[in-house]
């Protein structure tokens, strides 16, 4: 029983049919990764799994349990967090303070809650740094670490990443996938979605290719970054 | 390297320290402490430069103006108070839906309402002289925040929220409607019953004004009055900011507000329940309009159920002064805006000889402010420019 399941999922935005019956599956202690050029439907997979937009068809499970009919605060609860498209940092929260909006399910009394703080700004040295400055203020670098962090305080099961080296500079962009390997290394389960194709292919067990809705490729991911086509429309390669 | 990071880690971010809460409730107040103190003292400048401009051909005008001065100070503190316990509704609800709740002059005058049925209810058993001044203000006040903070809750659910997702001006033409209703439904009830549609406000005996203290100016003295009623006005509206801001800056609830306020869906991805957020919102907006209403109704002395709507096109005017969405905005937008009406009303006729007289003139300050603002600096006082969220 996979972890996380999507079967034959279908999402639209008013009459645009964005995603045409995906499924994806995501085991436990897996990076599957969903690459594809913009528009193909990736963020709106992600945005299906966390609640923030209902299939008109098909099925969400997480743990064998549907999940695509809880709102999104019910989800998180369930162990899914999301890193979303563009960072969504709270620009007028410090850095502090969006971590504890991470933990808003938690009680922030609680020793867990600053094992969980220590563990961020393990990870992410940096955010220590600028633990009282506001969101809005960080580097994009930073705001992407802090997106990260303050996913990783909801205690997830599943961690959902949109897009996480984008705008980024390229020794950032290895800095976040070294990160992202370390954070599965400690038993997370990742659903990474990226342009960067080939470096996302490089850290991942598995990985679907998805274009305009629809998925055209599933393999492992040693096998799609050898795959013709994919080296060709996405990892530039002729 | 980790491992230093680890300790001061636990250290020091286990918890707040009480210093911490306390700056971060105490900056906003002290920032709307400031904006009182130089609001007063600027406008008390203009008055003195305006009288003194025109000493050649009055030269008692410079007296007349300082004596009426502490008075006008106070006037304008009470009026200040109520547009910023209004304004924060306003702002509230603007920061989490950017939505102008329209109706919610309606809820201020509920509140207003209920405290003068409390009153008659009172006065008509015979109890109301046994009831203890602060006692009975305490249950107003109560009154008008849970009816009118319920009511407000009420009135998001059943006209606002299944319009959000529709073009922004849907809700806004709702809130105009309910805004409407809620005139004439309460028209409806008091008109029907005892209290008549001007109805009195009862209140215990306040007792007689307070006189703070004199001003010695030469010729007579001149003593300062504070009515007790004012002063109750004052001291409440001031312990419900300092709660306000508590409440907003120091607590896990306050903070998904912020978050919610921030981004929406992205608040939901943290687990918080952001339907719940916005209904809070309206209750703390609605319950802090409605003790505003029974607390200015009985400063009055009476209530009718069209009351809230100039109180609240003003205490809009004091959001958006404020620049609308920022909470500490609306109460700085709100005092500055009541010092400036009280300031015009007092002394518009005094400078112009009687040609205009100062109190119909009032309103026309306060709007005109409003079209300024919009025109020269839509952000408000202090709103922050307007970007693009990223």
């Known amino acids: ?238 | 390297m980790a491992a230093e990071v680890n300790a001061p880690a636990s250290a020091r971010f286990g918890r707040r320290s009480p210093l911490e809460v306390l700056r971060t409730v105490f900056g906003p107040v002290f920032q709307l402490f400031l904006f009182i103190v130089g609001s007063a003292l600027a406008l008390s400048l203009i008055v003195v430069l305006l009288a003194l401009m025109q000493m050649g051909s009055r030269p008692d005008i410079l007296t007349r103006a300082l004596t009426i001065l502490p008075q006008v100070i106070i006037d304008g503190l009470v009026r200040g108070f109520l547009f910023a316990t209004i304004a924060l509704g306003y702002t509230m609800v603007y920061g989490v839906l950017e939505f102008i709740n329209f109706a919610h002059g309606e809820i201020f005058m509920v509140g207003g309402i209920v405290g003068a049925a409390i009153g008659l209810m009172l006065f008509t058993s015979g109890m109301l002289a046994g009831v203890p001044v602060l006692l009975f203000v305490a249950i107003v006040v109560l009154a008008g925040m849970v009816v009118s903070g319920s009511l407000a809750v009420a009135v998001e659910r059943v006209a606002y929220r299944p319009l959000r997702g529709s073009p922004r001006l849907v809700p806004l033409i709702s809130a105009i409607g309910v805004s409407l209703v809620l005139q004439d439904v309460v028209r409806l009830i008091v008109t029907n019953t005892p209290m008549g549609f001007n109805a009195r406000y009862h209140t215990p005996d306040f007792g007689s004004p307070i006189r703070l203290f004199e001003i010695d100016l030469g010729e007579r003295v001149v003593p300062v009055i504070v009515s007790p009623k004012a002063l109750v006005f004052i001291s409440v509206a001031l312990l419900m900011l300092i709660g306000l801001n508590y409440l907003v800056n120091a607590t896990r609830l306050g903070k998904a507000i912020r978050a919610t306020a921030q981004d929406r869906p992205t608040a939901s991805l943290m687990g918080i329940n952001v339907n719940r957020i916005i209904s809070l919102t309206f209750l703390i907006g609605g319950a802090l309009g409605g003790a505003a209403g029974a607390l200015f109704g009985l400063n009055v002395g009476a209530v009718n159920p069209y009351m809230g709507f100039i109180p609240g096109l003003k205490a809009f005017t004091a959001a958006v002064l404020g620049g609308i969405g920022n909470i500490t905005g609306a109460m700085v937008g709100g005092v500055v805006l009541g010092f400036l009406e009280a300031f015009v009303s007092s002394y518009l006729s005094l400078f112009t000889n009687g040609a205009l007289s100062g109190a119909a003139y009032a309103d026309i300050a306060a709007f005109s402010i409003l079209i300024l603002i919009l025109i020269f600096r839509p952000s408000g006082l202090l709103g922050e420019a307007t970007t693009q969220k990223v």
């Open chain 1, 1 to 238: 029983m996979a972890l996380l399941e999507l079967q034959n999922v279908h999402t639209y935005y008013g009459k645009i049919h964005a995603l045409k019956g995906i499924s994806v599956t995501v085991e436990k202690g897996e990076i599957v990764t969903l690459i594809g050029s913009n528009g193909a439907g990736k963020s709106t997979t992600l945005r299906t799994i966390s609640g923030l937009e209902k299939p008109r068809l098909g099925e969400v499970r997480f743990k064998n349990q549907r999940i695509d009919t809880i709102p999104p605060h019910e989800i998180v609860k369930l162990g899914i967090a999301q890193s979303p498209e563009g960072r969504r940092i709270f620009p007028r929260l410090t850095v502090l303070e969006n971590l504890e909006m991470g933990a808003y399910l938690h009680d922030t009394n609680s020793p867990t809650y600053r094992a969980d703080l220590e563990r961020v700004f393990t990870l992410f040295p940096r955010l220590y740094e600028r633990i009282s400055q506001k969101g809005g203020t960080l580097s994009g670098g930073e705001q992407q670490m802090l997106a990260m962090g303050r996913a990783l305080m909801t205690r997830p099961e599943v961690l959902l990443l949109d897009e996480p080296s984008m705008g980024l500079a390229p020794v950032l962009v290895e800095q976040i996938f070294e990160i992202i390997e370390t954070i599965n290394g400690q038993g997370m389960t990742v659903l990474l979605v990226e342009q960067n194709a080939l470096q996302a292919l490089a850290i991942a067990h598995r990985g679907y290719v998805l274009q305009s809705g629809e998925i055209v490729l599933a393999d492992v991911a040693q096998a799609l970054s050898e795959n013709e086509m994919v080296q060709k429309a996405y990892l530039g390669m002729e």
